[in-house]
């Protein structure tokens, strides 16, 4: 019996003092730091390493060496920071950015989007919007739909992107078509679609298994249907995703897909994203989303017909030549870098008119700041680069949620094909949006 | 005096079963003393500071808007009450089910194989290495194979449109009808190696006059099957089953992760794939710990009740 007894005491002993690690550890973890960030132009003269995550260098052919000639310009004016730019694959890149993020250790800069996605790393990043230099503030675009539902700026956004269709004219002239007038209206477009329908070729070269296609149209007619002060409220969690907008988004979707817009009922749910596009750099399909100047630039390496055409407006379009247009990512300060000055005028840099324009000189990164002298020289640059920089544009992507994103992403297959229904859809959707909000 | 040297002749020079000895004595807890208790101390260390802690620690978050790096709130037993309200959660449970209901297929396959290899089979040590080979290779790497081979224009599907049976070809991990009975084939095709292992070497244990006296009686191959070889090996198959579920509900994430995404929408996702997603993609970190709290509990009612059943079939075999 007393055995029994002391067996119970020390077992109880253990439990009270796991409960003390425990609280212990909680108390570790709920840091309420009251983190900011300033701009200064007095970095310290101390010698300091910069650890930097990215996936932009393999984005582009040249991109390291690229990114190398940026360093180096940033060296000349801070040589005491030295940078370590480590190229990550996407795949795993949020992945491990997480990892970091909860074990509070890793890179001191890191490539982020803009609004939501900065959102859920908010723990790990400090606020830029008062770390800015004023000639970066001036000239910068995209700022304001890049700001997170708490008001804060998580990253400067860097580059700039723009949703559009590809064109094989070849085959709208095959199909006895004119891309320009077809794709001008959106009954335009959608009798285009059921013209390429009757002919047997793919009107949108689609793969709807992984859900970005319908992702993808989801920024590119919500943008239109968006003006200044809906973006603002859908920016700052204030219009809810059961909105009418949203559901006239997607009745636009499903009427493209009634059209014959996306393949008969056999080519969906089959592909993914990606296998669309080639698809359609192999001459098999007559459109394609195209969202930055370097997949046009190699399209149009295998497609001599090839052009860009924005998606026609919407009927409820506010707009008169919107395409969804916005940072084509940005860059960020993590809480735990030991030179937050250092890492900020990193940031500052790669924002700047200097590193862009290396960047757009050497592997062609469509720049957002007003500062960097843009000199068109290739077809694709000449059609595409001023369809992106209309002043009209913006989107909404930055805030979507990525749990949002995760139901979109599932339930594009089951619901273009019709196995789900759009009240089935938006039950799920609303449901990760107010989980978020 | 003759009868008396027969009779130890027979049992042989060093046979001393006359003698009764003392058993060690492991069994009821740490009734080994001092000397076993220091002897299991480091893996008992090493189990509460690896396993149980974390354990605890992330039963503790559950009960939090677990924020690591930010003020951390309690909220009770909301991250529950989300998770149990959300119908992808259970939906995410039935599909768990689901796939055990490959638990026959995978028990019986590799028993009636290795119960085949035991005899003096030609090649069945090559048999078993080429069953085996499977359970060597990386998950991911034998996910993305398969991926490959069941696309919608991949080689199975080309092999059946190339005999005539068009019908039968679809896009195996695109359909919701057929995603998860796929899973569960290609479950089997890696485990099965391992099982024939496990199996063979148990019945290598069962003496072979048993089966030699069962054919003399004139009892059939399945006979000796299933009233020779299965009773023989019942430990060894309840052990392999609770294995079975156990991985079910653990070691699932890397077949999803690559060859379906949890998808056609969560039509193939697995509990430790919702896990991850919670936690890595949304940074949902008390929902995620909530989660894996559900989890840890269902695979220890589940081994729970595979721990009832072996004593159940011992405590039978003890009666007869």
Same mark, same amino acid.
Request: proline share 7%; aromatic share 8%; charged share 20%.
């Given at each position: 019996m007393q055995i029994r007894r002391s067996r119970l005491l020390a077992g109880l002993a253990a439990v009270a003092a796991a409960t003390l690690v425990l609280t212990g550890c909680a108390g570790g973890g709920s840091g309420t730091k009251s983190d900011t960030l300033t701009y200064t132009d007095n970095v310290p003269k101390d010698k300091v390493t910069l650890q930097v995550w990215s996936f932009l260098p393999g984005n582009y052919?040249?991109?390291?060496?690229?990114y190398d000639k940026v360093i180096a310009a940033f060296n000349e004016k801070y040589p005491q920071v030295t940078i370590k730019l480590t190229d990550m694959p996407y795949s795993t890149y949020w992945d491990q950015l997480r990892n970091s993020g909860v074990s509070r250790s890793g890179p001191d800069v890191v490539t982020m989007y803009g609004g939501a996605q900065a959102y859920s790393y908010r723990n790990s990043l400090f606020p830029m919007q008062n770390a800015m230099s004023p000639e970066v503030k001036k000239d910068l675009r995209y700022i304001d739909e890049n700001y997170s539902k708490d008001g804060n700026l998580y990253m400067l956004p860097v580059g700039a992107y723009g949703y559009a269709f590809l064109v094989n004219q070849s085959l709208f002239e095959k199909a006895g078509l004119d891309a320009q007038k077809s794709l001008a209206t959106w009954d335009g477009m959608l009798q285009a679609c059921t013209t390429f329908k009757e002919k047997g070729i793919p009107a949108i070269a689609s793969g709807w298994q992984d859900g970005i296609q319908l992702e993808t149209l989801l920024y590119m007619i919500s943008s239109q249907l968006m003006d200044t002060e809906t973006l603002a409220k859908w920016t700052k969690g204030e219009l809810p995703f059961n909105d009418p907008l949203f559901h006239t988004v997607i009745d636009r979707v499903l009427e493209m897909n009634k059209a014959g817009c996306f393949g008969g009922e056999e080519a969906l749910g089959k592909a993914m994203y990606n296998d669309a596009f080639d698809q359609f750099d192999a001459g098999k399909a007559a459109l394609s989303l195209g969202g930055g100047l370097d997949r046009a630039e190699n399209d149009f390496k295998s497609i001599p017909s090839l052009t860009v055409i924005p998606m026609p407006q919407a009927p409820e379009s506010k707009h008169e030549n919107l395409i969804d247009a916005g940072a084509d990512a940005g860059w960020a300060v993590t809480k735990w870098t030991k030179s937050p000055e250092a890492a900020n005028a990193f940031v500052n840099f790669l924002a700047g008119p200097e590193a862009q324009q290396i960047l757009w000189d050497t592997v062609h990164v469509v720049p957002n700041n007003n500062g960097v002298d843009v000199q068109l020289t290739t077809p694709m640059q000449k059609v595409y680069i001023p369809l992106i920089m209309n002043p009209e544009n913006h989107t909404g992507f930055s805030s979507f949620s990525l749990e949002l994103l995760a139901v979109v992403e599932r339930n594009a297959g089951p619901l273009?094909?019709?196995?789900?229904?759009?009240?089935?859809?938006?039950?799920?959707?609303n449901r990760a949006y107010e989980k978020n909000n | 005096m003759t009868a008396t040297t027969t009779a130890t002749d027979r049992r042989g020079r060093g046979d001393r079963s006359g003698?009764?000895?003392?058993?060690?004595?492991?069994? *009821? =807890?740490? *009734? =080994?003393?001092? $000397?076993?208790?220091?002897?299991?101390?480091?893996?008992?260390?090493?189990?509460?500071?690896?396993l149980f802690i974390p354990l605890l620690y992330i039963a503790y978050r559950s009960f939090f808007d677990w924020q690591p790096g930010g003020e951390s709130t309690p909220n009770g037993v909301d991250n529950y009450i989300d998770l149990f309200t959300q119908s992808e959660f259970w939906q995410v449970v039935g599909n768990q089910f689901f796939y055990l209901l490959g638990l026959p297929v995978w028990v019986i396959a590799p028993l009636i194989v290795s119960f085949m290899l035991r005899e003096k089979v030609a090649g069945s040590g090559f048999f078993?290495?080429?069953?085996?080979?499977? $359970?060597?290779?990386?998950?991911?790497?034998?996910?993305? +194979?398969?991926? $490959? +081979?069941?696309?919608?224009?991949?080689?199975?599907?080309?092999? +059946?449109? *190339?005999? =005539? +049976?068009?019908?039968?070809?679809?896009?195996?991990?695109?359909?919701?009808?057929?995603?998860?009975?796929?899973?569960i084939i290609l479950v089997l095709w890696a485990g099965f190696g391992t099982g024939v292992l496990i199996f063979s070497s148990a019945l290598s244990a069962v003496p072979k006059h048993l089966f030699e006296a069962a054919r003399l009686d004139g009892v059939g191959f399945w006979g000796e099957f299933w009233h020779i070889a299965v009773p023989s090996i019942r430990n060894a198959v309840v052990l392999w089953m609770i294995f079975q579920v156990i991985s079910i509900f653990l070691f699932m994430f890397s077949w999803v992760y690559v060859l379906t995404r949890g998808g056609p929408g969560l039509s193939s996702a697995t509990m430790d794939f919702l896990i991850y997603q919670q936690f890595m993609k949304f940074g949902f970190y008390g929902t995620a710990a909530a989660q894996s709290v559900v989890l840890v509990l269902l695979i220890i009612t589940v081994a729970g009740i595979g721990g009832l059943v072996t004593r159940l079939l011992n405590g039978k075999k003890a009666a007869a």
């Open positions: 052919e040249g991109g390291a060496e690229a273009i094909s019709g196995k789900m229904s759009v009240d089935q859809f938006f039950e799920q959707a | 003698e009764r000895r003392p058993r060690p004595r492991f069994r *009821g =807890g740490l *009734g =080994g003393g001092p $000397a076993a208790m220091l002897l299991i101390l480091p893996v008992i260390v090493l189990e509460v500071l690896v078993r290495s080429v069953y085996f080979l499977p $359970a060597v290779m990386s998950p991911a790497v034998v996910a993305l +194979l398969f991926r $490959a +081979l069941l696309s919608a224009d991949g080689p199975i599907n080309s092999m +059946l449109r *190339g005999v =005539g +049976l068009d019908f039968l070809a679809k896009s195996w991990l695109s359909d919701e009808t057929t995603v998860k009975p796929v899973i």
